[in-house]
């Protein structure tokens, strides 16, 4: 409360001492001999008031978050957010790379101290609005995290100190009072506590709803990622199947630790082209790593169906195919992200091709906004976005839909990191679906629990991420949720008991392909797509 | 990754095939007219693709010369170009699924039959007879040998112009290449007889030349037993010599293995194990040859459920596996692990109604999957929702055809109750899975179980339906499968009585279901010669009686198929049950304490008696037509099926007509004691298009 009174005290100094000027008062009011005393005390009233404000700015006074909010926007660390060059209106999602080379560089923010300036910044600006907090799924769920605490903390730990003076609700089931931090110390003690525990950040789904609803534009997830970068690189200390994860990439260039060379023994009745023998194509399709997983296999399959239908020009890696980053980085491991990346982008340096497509948002995202600052600049599109520009083309025609009710799941990864929302509306469309939207869609999607290896980690709450977003569909009436994304189509068909079907678009897709009409729009002859084709591929 | 190993692939030869699972030659029994593939054929294998199957060898015991007769067991004639065109029907349906599908070929010298069709001399290489056919058969002349070796070529060159992967050379279950292998049927003291190197030539000879035929990009695989299992024929030592000999010719792409030899009727049985053998049997024989050869091997026997195939293929004992009444039972077993299903496979029992069927001459059918080899009339394996309006189904018994009926009615959306009189479903699969040997029947209950459960169906357990409370549902649909019971009344003589007190006989349910228990010394009278009776003797046996098994047909078991019956008669031979035919059940009467059963001879009418303190009868089941009949008159159809809708798979006429009231339909033993596959074939069609 030190705004208003501050606010008061200078305000009505001046206004005490403009009085007699305006002959409100009798003008020697302020001339006489008592007169100075009175002056002398309301100049002090003004510029205790002015004071307070002013110096306020830094020493945590009620213009603090003007000040400190003014600065971080004018220093933003994602100044492409004001901009509508690059990636659509201001959108700036990848994280930021670490200097690896450096071997004097801390790895990941350690204290206070190590975040950068601007950072530091953007946690003072904070105006402790609480919409991070409402949006939150993991808060949603019970587990220790809230981005409004979190940030506040931080603010906390600059200063030095412990959190009991934290009037907001708490991270669920760790009560205000018991950590403490200061600039120069650990933000997650070694053994016992300090400014906040490890679980805490563990419970992030990088789903950047906080930093989507912030309206100074905090970065909350920026902050996370950095402080799992030193528990992860420094300490080793990624918890639960984290440490397992890693080193399945490590060794075998994917999370689940199967044999690299199985990446394509789902499509072996399916005579895929490989850019080995291509070397050039239009679309060069990345599978990721849901090649290794049954359910998204089906996924993938109905894509190949469709591109098939379409009769484009696809290839796809196969074997060279190595997981994208995504799952290593937002876990901290950046030096076995940057391995995955840079192979990566070695192996697509040899071919050529117009484009890559994939049905998994993650990979979209990575190879699209984080393979740039490595030297990997690519056209990617999700598959939703790839297959409306076919149906737009009059590539692909659709028989009229007959199942039920339908709602879409906006994928974070698609959606608030990429700006994504229509084209899968827009293939739903094509389908002759309506789609029922849930209350919170769109850029205000509920995630599905399953980004920033959340389930990787898997910090215990009180409720399940997914089984919310289920409700949510429930909610809608719909009989049948649409995904796009790898991820949330196994965490949403983890839900037991559910009461919608989960599909991917491209199998919606591929379920309803018909013949297009002869003599329809088709841009020029294209290669065949193989020899043989499995007509039936949903198994 | 669950199931990994199922899923890798594997090249055979130079043909990759998409996982591990294969469905393994066996006749299917209708490639009819002319053993030319039919609409059914291509449309049976096209299924088994759909559903993921990897490789389809097709066409058991497919013949290439005209002198090992096709008609037997319509197989699939090689032995002409007429051919071709069919392959290639058969090669694009299963192609476009993304599955390969090669034949099956071979020459049945002995192991067949002469008395019909062309009266063939069949061939054999020292002229001995076979004896489970009854056959007799010519010593083969060198004449013969060499134009059979062609035949061999040419049938492989059509396959290849059929468009067809591959095929397997059949040196199993005693056909022409393994008579000339074994010892115990090659006496022959020219160079295809005596010494190993002789006994090989005809096998090797038919090798050389299919291979030279085909060329090296197609795949020529063979087929042989891992151990005859005869004292005087090939031991598993004597296989793995005559693998390796084969396989270092570098010319055969794999080897598919089996255990035992077949020409006696209780080798038989193990070739295709029922539900009394332990999962996977003979694995070990097949693990033995894949020791010995640097191709693929495969293995099918007994392996019905993707937990079991991952087992094997993860340890390595062979590279693929044959799940073949695995995809009779379920063409989308695959399609299933894919989808996170696995519950939903409905697996293999081990009944046996199918192979037991072939051995008949009959077509291949599953005993609880009425869909399958009935693609081709339009029996879905899938069952659609309807776009029409969802009714109110009632159901009344929870047998096979009750549980089927309930199933589909509730896959096409309906609102489902079922009654069941018992506390569980089953019905009489319950009562016949109490035999020793024969808990694996239950499977299929267990199916429906989790079935009806998934599908939401209102299951009123341990209640008996009456009029009133069906009517109570306002139900749109009943269905009655109420099954019947032992129709011990027929002969007064008999002495039954529905006062247990009083009667002096009891059922084989009785016995079976523990309502009675079991007597020291008993007499079972089987008049009809199928599973109860010799379930009641194993089952009494087993519990320590002595007993006596007493039919009027030709033996005891006559009804049970060739693969089953040979289980009983070891099980009930080891317990000293003895087994008597020709007699009937004249009267029965009490004598003291004990019971005095008159028994008379058939053929010549001489009575004699047996003192006994139990005496079962088995004479079939009576309807239980009651509630049938108290419901006919108000229902909308008077309780009567369209027969040409019906054996058309064409929905019942009646379902497209309004009015009030419901619609009547009974099926299974309520209608006439039948079987498990005709209740649950009738609860399909009928059902299917509600």
Known sequence: MRLPKSLMAFSLGVFLITLPTVGLLPQGLLEGGSSWLLALVLAGVVAWGLGEMFFGMTWGGPMKHAFAGALHLAFHRRAERFSTKKGGAGRSTGLKALNLEDEAAPLGVEKPADFTWNQLLGFDACVQCGRCEAVCPAFAAGQPLNPKKLIQDMVVGMAGGSDAAYAGSPYPGKPVGEHAGSPHGPIVALQGKALVDADTLWSCTTCRACVEECPMMIEHVDAIVDMRRHLTLERGKTPNKGAEVL?????????????????????????????????????????????????????????????????????????????????????????????????????????????????????????????????????????????????????????????????????????????????????????????????RSGYRSRCCGGGGGAPITDIPGERRIPDMRMNDVKESGAELVAVGCPQCTAMLEGVVDASAEVRDIAELVADALVERPAGDASDGPRRPAATTTAEEVTV | MAFDAIFEPIDIGKLTIRNRVVSTAHAEVHATDGGMTTERYVRYYEEKAKGGCGLCICGGSSVVSIDSPQGWWSSVNLSTDRIIPHFQNLADAVHKHGGKIMIQITHMGRRSRWDGFDWSTLVSPSGIREPVHRSTCKTIEVEEIWRIIGDFAQAARRAKEGGLDGVELSAVHQHLIDQFWSPRVNKRTDE????????????????????????????????????????????????????????ATGQVDFFGVIGSGCDTHNTLANVIPN???????????????????????????????????????????????GMTRAHIADPHLIAKIKMGQIDQIKQCVGANYCIDRQYQGLDVLCIQNAATSREYMGLPHIIEKTEGAKRKVVVVGGGPG??????????????????????????????????????????????????????????????????????????????????????????????????????????????????????????????????????????????????????????PGAAVGGTTFPTYYRSLYEKEVIMSSDLMLHKVYREGDGLVAVLENEYTGALEERVVDQVVVENGVRPDEALYYALKEQSRNRGQVDLEALYAIQPQPCLSESGDGFLLFRLGDCTAPRNTHAAIYDALRICKDF
Not at chain 1, 264 to 274: K, R
Not at chain 1, 356 to 364: E, L, M, W
Not at chain 2, 232 to 246: E, P, R, V
Not at chain 2, 443 to 455: D, K, P, S, V
């Open chain 2, 402 to 555: 009750g549980m089927e009926a309930a199933r589909v009615a509730a896959e096409r959306g309906h609102d489902v109750t079922l009654f069941e009189a018992a506390d569980a479903l089953g019905g009489q699969i319950t009562i016949a899975a109490q035999a020793p040997q024969r808990d694996q029947i239950a499977g299929i209950t267990r199916w429906y179980q989790l079935e009806l459960a998934r599908l939401k169906v209102d299951l009123r357990l341990g209640t008996r339906a009456d009029e009133a409370t069906l009517l109570d549902l306002r139900p749109d649909i009943v269905v009655l499968a109420t099954g019947g019971q032992p129709f011990l009344s027929q002969h007064p003589e008999w002495g039954y009585s529905e006062n247990a007190e009083e009667s002096l006989v009891v059922s084989t349910w009785d016995i079976l279901s523990g309502k009675v228990a079991p007597g020291k010394n008993v007499l079972i009278y089987d008049a009809i010669c199928e599973f109860s009776g010799v379930s009641a003797a194993d089952f009494l046996a087993d519990k320590g009686a002595k007993v006596e098994i007493v039919t009027d047909d030709i033996k």
């Open chain 2, 192 to 247: 295809w007889g005596g010494s190993f190197e002789n006994r090989m030539r005809f096998g090797m000879e038919v090798l050389k030349a299919v291979r030279a035929e085909v060329g090296d990009d197609f795949c020529v695989g063979m087929r042989i037993c891992g151990d005859e299992f005869h004292p005087d024929g090939l031991s598993h030592d004597d296989m793995k010599q005559i693998a390796a000999y084969y396989d």
């Open chain 1, 247 to 439: 080193d399945n990439l490590i060794a075998t260039d994917n999370p689940g630790g199967f044999d690299p060379g199985s990446r394509l023994n789902w499509a072996a009745d399916l005579n895929l082209p490989l850019m080995a023998d291509l070397k050039q194509v239009d679309v060069l399709l990345w599978l990721g790593d849901g090649a290794f997983d049954m359910r998204n296999q089906r996924t993938l399959r109905a894509l190949v169906k469709v591109l098939r239908a379409a009769e484009v020009d696809f290839a796809v890696l196969g074997t060279e195919e190595r997981d994208s980053g995504d799952v290593a980085r937002r876990l901290g491991d950046e030096a076995t992200f940057q391995s995955l990346a840079k192979r990566n982008i070695a192996t697509l340096a040899k071919y050529r091709f117009l484009q890559i497509v994939t049905c998994d948002p993650h990979s979209f995202h990575v190879l699209g906004n984080e393979y740039g600052e490595l030297g990997g600049d690519y056209q990617v599109r999700h598959h939703s976005t790839f297959i409306a520009e076919l149906y737009e083309a009059g590539r692909l025609a659709f028989a009229p839909w007959k199942g039920g009710s339908v709602t879409y799941h906006d994928p974070c990864y698609l959606g608030r990191y990429n700006g994504e929302y229509e084209a899968p509306r827009n293939v739903l469309k094509a389908l002759g679906i309506e789609v029922k939207e849930m209350e």
């Open chain 2, 275 to 321: 539900m009394s053998y332990p999962p996977e049997p003979f694995l070990h024989l097949a693990a033995g040859i894949k020791e010995v050869v640097n191709v693929p091997v495969i293995h099918a026997q007994n392996i019905k459920d993707p937990n079991q195939a991952q087992r094997i293929l993860e340890g390595g004992y062979v590279d693929l596996v």
